[in-house]
C-alpha cells in the first residue's frame, strides 16, 4: 500500500456500483475499509498492483501505467483452491487488453503446476453480483463456467444503495436498512485449465494491445 495506494487515487476509480464495499473517496479510506479490513487479516488473500507495460515509454516509468488492482482471496493450501476477487480497472483501461492479461497471468499463477512456475491449484472461483454483467463476461471469456447463483449471499454494507438484488428484507430483520446481495458464482478447474481453458487464455493474451 505505501508504494501504490495514493498513485492509484490519481487515476479514475472504476464503478463501486455492484461492488460489497465503497466508493472510496480517500486512498486512507480505501485502505482501512479494504486492505486493513479485509486483505491483510486473512492469510488467503493478496491484492495485486496491475501495470500496463505498454504504456512504459509513455510515462517514462519502465513498470509503465499504474492500472488498477486484482486480488487471489480465499486461498486454500489444504483444498488447492482460491477465487480471483476485487477486479478493479479504471475507466481508462477498461475495454483494453489490461483486464485480460491481468487476469490471465494470475490464471496462470494458481493453475499451472509448481513445476511451471504455478502453485498447482485444482480450482478457481470467481464471484459477482449478477448486476455485474461486465464481469460475468470477463470471467466466461476467460474459461470460467457458470455454476448458481447463492440467493442473499451478502448483507451490503449500511447506506449502499446500490448493487442490492431488489428484493424486501422481512419485518423484524436485524439489518433493516442494509440491502441483500446475491452472489452469481463461476468456476474453473484444473482439467478444464489442461483441456482447453489456457489455450483459450493464452490466445486472448496474444492479441495486439488496444
Given at each position: 500500500p505505501s508504494k501504490h495506494l495514493d498513485a492509484l487515487f490519481t487515476i479514475p476509480s472504476p464503478s463501486y456500483d455492484c461492488l460489497r464495499w465503497g466508493p472510496f473517496v480517500t486512498s486512507n479510506q480505501f485502505n482501512t475499509t479494504l486492505i486493513e479490513g479485509r486483505i491483510q487479516p486473512s492469510q488467503g488473500c493478496v491484492l495485486f498492483?496491475?501495470?500496463d507495460k505498454t504504456k512504459a515509454s509513455e510515462t517514462g516509468n519502465p513498470d509503465g501505467?499504474?492500472?488498477g488492482v486484482i486480488g487471489l482471496c480465499d486461498t486454500s493450501i489444504a483444498h488447492l483452491r482460491a477465487e480471483v476477487a476485487c477486479?478493479?480497472?479504471?475507466?481508462?483501461?477498461q475495454r483494453?487488453?489490461?483486464?485480460t492479461n491481468a487476469v490471465g497471468l494470475l490464471l496462470h499463477y494458481a493453475l499451472d503446476l509448481p513445476s511451471e512456475g504455478g502453485l498447482g491449484l485444482r480450482r478457481m472461483t470467481w464471484k459477482a453480483n449478477p448486476?455485474?454483467?461486465a464481469s460475468i463476461k470477463v470471467a466466461e471469456r476467460m474459461g470460467f463456467v457458470k455454476e448458481g447463483i447463492?440467493?442473499?449471499?451478502?448483507?451490503?454494507?449500511?447506506?449502499?444503495?446500490?448493487?442490492?438484488?431488489?428484493?424486501?428484507?422481512?419485518t423484524g430483520d436485524p439489518r433493516p436498512d442494509a440491502l441483500g446481495r446475491d452472489t452469481v458464482v463461476l468456476g474453473?478447474?484444473?482439467?478444464?485449465?489442461?483441456?482447453?481453458?489456457r489455450v483459450r487464455v493464452d490466445e486472448a493474451m496474444a492479441r495486439p494491445a488496444a
Amino acid at each position: 500500500p505505501s508504494k501504490h495506494l495514493d498513485a492509484l487515487f490519481t487515476i479514475p476509480s472504476p464503478s463501486y456500483d455492484c461492488l460489497r464495499w465503497g466508493p472510496f473517496v480517500t486512498s486512507n479510506q480505501f485502505n482501512t475499509t479494504l486492505i486493513e479490513g479485509r486483505i491483510q487479516p486473512s492469510q488467503g488473500c493478496v491484492l495485486f498492483a496491475i501495470y500496463d507495460k505498454t504504456k512504459a515509454s509513455e510515462t517514462g516509468n519502465p513498470d509503465g501505467s499504474l492500472a488498477g488492482v486484482i486480488g487471489l482471496c480465499d486461498t486454500s493450501i489444504a483444498h488447492l483452491r482460491a477465487e480471483v476477487a476485487c477486479v478493479m480497472i479504471s475507466p481508462l483501461f477498461q475495454r483494453t487488453h489490461v483486464t485480460t492479461n491481468a487476469v490471465g497471468l494470475l490464471l496462470h499463477y494458481a493453475l499451472d503446476l509448481p513445476s511451471e512456475g504455478g502453485l498447482g491449484l485444482r480450482r478457481m472461483t470467481w464471484k459477482a453480483n449478477p448486476l455485474n454483467a461486465a464481469s460475468i463476461k470477463v470471467a466466461e471469456r476467460m474459461g470460467f463456467v457458470k455454476e448458481g447463483i447463492l440467493r442473499w449471499d451478502r448483507v451490503l454494507p449500511d447506506g449502499k444503495d446500490s448493487g442490492g438484488n431488489g428484493r424486501d428484507r422481512r419485518t423484524g430483520d436485524p439489518r433493516p436498512d442494509a440491502l441483500g446481495r446475491d452472489t452469481v458464482v463461476l468456476g474453473l478447474c484444473w482439467d478444464e485449465w489442461e483441456d482447453f481453458a489456457r489455450v483459450r487464455v493464452d490466445e486472448a493474451m496474444a492479441r495486439p494491445a488496444a
